[in-house]
């Protein structure tokens, strides 16, 4: 016997309002997947190394083994930003497992305080999950002044693991590259130019009290 044309109807409603339900969950959860999409990569990228993405140790190397590894290091600039930036070293050879600490250099050689932010990899790209960055200037922007040098600090070890890996058995050398950007945030540089203003105007008030 079919049900009475008031209960269809109901019947009918709480279809339709589940169908609405479950594409607002869809459109919800593909808008999430959307916002998060970037920070996800990353942390994909970190985790398995992939395109050559270094990975973060919260902690040095405990002890080191007799594998040595040639690490590379490059540099690069982009044309918006307006510094000089180079390696200190251009090579160095280490053991797996090795603590290092390495350095680049970096100018402002434009007119004005700008904020700078490095991306970086490591090439062959298979070697990046065994590399570890303990303290890297890349896990924060840069501020510098113009005419300002600065030396930045990275301080890594290669994995022992790497040595037992039967794929990176031909991996002899590793490169590490970074590139500077400028910032698209350039808050911090407003900062700096204010304080550094403030300090002018204290300094000019001082001396005109003191003569």
Known sequence: MPPPMHAARVIRGHANVR???ALAILVASMGG???ASVPLYELFCQVTGYGGTTRVAASP???A???TVTVRFDAS???ELGWSFSPVQRA???RAGENVLAFYKAENTGDETVVGTATFNVSPDKAGIYFNKVECFCFTEQVLRPGERVNMPVSFFIDPEM???RNLQDVTTITLSYTFFRATDQGRATAVEQARASSVGDTNTMDQMTN
């Open 19 to 21: 169908v609405f339900c």
């Open 33 to 35: 997947l959307a916002y």
């Open 61 to 63: 190397s405990g002890a």
């Open 65 to 67: 083994v007799d594998h």
């Open 77 to 79: 600039v982009n044309g």
């Open 92 to 94: 160095v050879t280490v």
């Open 163 to 165: 040595a037992k890996d």
